[in-house]
Structure formats: structure tokens, C-alpha cells
């Protein structure tokens, strides 16, 4: 990745003169690539893994891949093929939970199984975003993907029929899963407000950061 221009001359020149001459230096002229200029400021960056985290259908993979396209992670080209591919199986409104879903199995029953990580690089920081299950079926996976985190993003659906914030609920207990694994830094996002249960109600939005 780096390269080097170099003047033979002075080193000919040397090689000509008495041994007792110090031998003159090659002059030499260096520069980087772009992938590599790219390289060297994303070393100078800090690091951090956030992981994603929530009851199923609160909507995780959908808000994460969404924000990965916006911040520029996912180029238009991949996002047309994951609209297409999405629409193709008549999951349309799923196309931003595939940037992050890849498993044929998720794609198909419209749910995180495993959990998987992907590179957004912002002006400060190189982010590894981790995408964890919320079922309590592949429990496992969400705690292998909680114990890799710096900090978590904990999303929760507005829908009454989804969100369950009780002292036994699972948005809870995944809330207290990440803090008993080390997870101190919580940012707490609240999906579907625009819900027919939603719709920006001040009440609503009020209810659920009391709980």
C-alpha cells in the first residue's frame, strides 16, 4: 500500500567513490494510496461495538440497517438488490432488516436468529453495530453478541400489542442482561410511533419512558 520513487544516481555516484567516502543516501519519494490514506484514519479513530438490542418485532433490524444506509454503510446498488430480493417473497417492508439479516432462515420467517456484526464508520468513531436476536428462543446468541458490546442500543416498539416494559418483561430483562454483562452506556429507542396505537401521542411516548 505504500509506495517509494527512488534516485539511483547518488548511490551509483557513491558506489564510485572511495571506500573511505560515506556513501550518499537514495532520495526517495513516498505516498499512499487511497485505501490506504482510508486505512490510516480509520486506525486514528476510536473503536466501539454497539449492540442492538430488543424484544422481538420491536422492529431492531429494520431501525439498524436503516441507519446503516443513511450513514452511509450500504451503498443504493445494495439497497435496490434487498428491495428486490425482499418484494420477490412479498416482504417488502423488510428490505432494511436484510442489510443486517442474512441467514435464509431469518429472511424467510422475518426474525433474527443469530447475531452478526457490521462496520459503520462515523467522523469519530469505527462502530461495530451487533445485531442480537430478541426471541428467547436463541437467547445464547443475543448473550454472545451482549459480552462483545461497549455500549447497547435497546429498542422498543410504541405498539401495546408489542412493547412489554414489566418488571418479567423481556425488554427488561434484556435491558438488565446487557447491564449485568458489562454494558454500562444505554441509549433507549423508541420504534413504531407513527403505530396506529402511536401515532406521536405525547401520552404514549410519556408511558413508556416511565416504565
Given at each position: 500500500?505504500?509506495?517509494?520513487?527512488?534516485?539511483?544516481?547518488?548511490?551509483?555516484?557513491?558506489?564510485?567513490?572511495?571506500?573511505a567516502?560515506?556513501?550518499?543516501?537514495?532520495?526517495?519519494?513516498?505516498?499512499?494510496?487511497?485505501?490506504?490514506?482510508?486505512?490510516?484514519?480509520?486506525?486514528?479513530?476510536?473503536?466501539?461495538?454497539?449492540?442492538?438490542?430488543?424484544?422481538?418485532?420491536?422492529?431492531?433490524?429494520t431501525?439498524?440497517?436503516?441507519?446503516?444506509?443513511?450513514?452511509?454503510?450500504?451503498?443504493?446498488?445494495?439497497?435496490?438488490?434487498?428491495?428486490?430480493?425482499?418484494?420477490?417473497i412479498?416482504?417488502?417492508?423488510?428490505?432494511?432488516?436484510?442489510?443486517?439479516?442474512?441467514?435464509?432462515?431469518?429472511?424467510?420467517?422475518?426474525?433474527?436468529?443469530?447475531?452478526?456484526?457490521?462496520?459503520?464508520?462515523?467522523?469519530?468513531?469505527?462502530?461495530?453495530?451487533?445485531n442480537?436476536?430478541?426471541?428467547?428462543?436463541?437467547?445464547?446468541?443475543?448473550?454472545?453478541?451482549?459480552?462483545?458490546?461497549?455500549?447497547?442500543?435497546?429498542?422498543?416498539?410504541?405498539?401495546?400489542?408489542e412493547?412489554?416494559?414489566?418488571?418479567?418483561?423481556?425488554?427488561?430483562?434484556?435491558?438488565?442482561?446487557?447491564?449485568?454483562?458489562?454494558?454500562?452506556?444505554?441509549?433507549?429507542?423508541?420504534?413504531?410511533?407513527?403505530?396506529?396505537?402511536?401515532k406521536y401521542?405525547?401520552?404514549?411516548?410519556s408511558?413508556?419512558?416511565?416504565?
Amino acid at each position: 500500500p505504500f509506495f517509494f520513487f527512488c534516485s539511483l544516481a547518488p548511490l551509483t555516484q557513491s558506489l564510485r567513490e572511495s571506500p573511505a567516502s560515506p556513501p550518499l543516501r537514495p532520495i526517495c519519494f513516498g505516498f499512499l494510496t487511497q485505501s490506504a490514506r482510508n486505512r490510516t484514519m480509520s486506525q486514528s479513530k476510536a473503536h466501539l461495538n454497539v449492540v442492538v438490542i430488543g424484544q422481538v418485532g420491536s422492529g431492531k433490524s429494520t431501525t439498524a440497517g436503516h441507519l446503516m444506509y443513511q450513514c452511509g454503510a450500504i451503498n443504493q446498488r445494495q439497497m435496490d438488490r434487498y428491495e428486490q430480493d425482499a418484494s420477490a417473497i412479498g416482504k417488502s417492508s423488510f428490505k432494511y432488516a436484510w442489510v443486517l439479516d442474512k441467514l435464509q432462515g431469518e429472511r424467510e420467517r422475518g426474525i433474527t436468529i443469530d447475531f452478526s456484526l457490521h462496520k459503520l464508520e462515523t467522523s469519530k468513531y469505527v462502530c461495530s453495530v451487533i445485531n442480537t436476536p430478541g426471541h428467547h428462543h436463541f437467547v445464547k446468541n443475543m448473550i454472545t453478541g451482549i459480552t462483545q458490546a461497549d455500549a447497547a442500543i435497546l429498542v422498543v416498539g410504541a405498539c401495546e400489542s408489542e412493547i412489554d416494559i414489566t418488571s418479567l418483561g423481556s425488554t427488561r430483562s434484556q435491558a438488565l442482561l446487557a447491564y449485568t454483562l458489562g454494558v454500562k452506556q444505554l441509549a433507549v429507542v423508541i420504534n413504531k410511533m407513527d403505530a396506529r396505537t402511536g401515532k406521536y401521542s405525547q401520552e404514549r411516548y410519556s408511558e413508556i419512558v416511565q416504565q
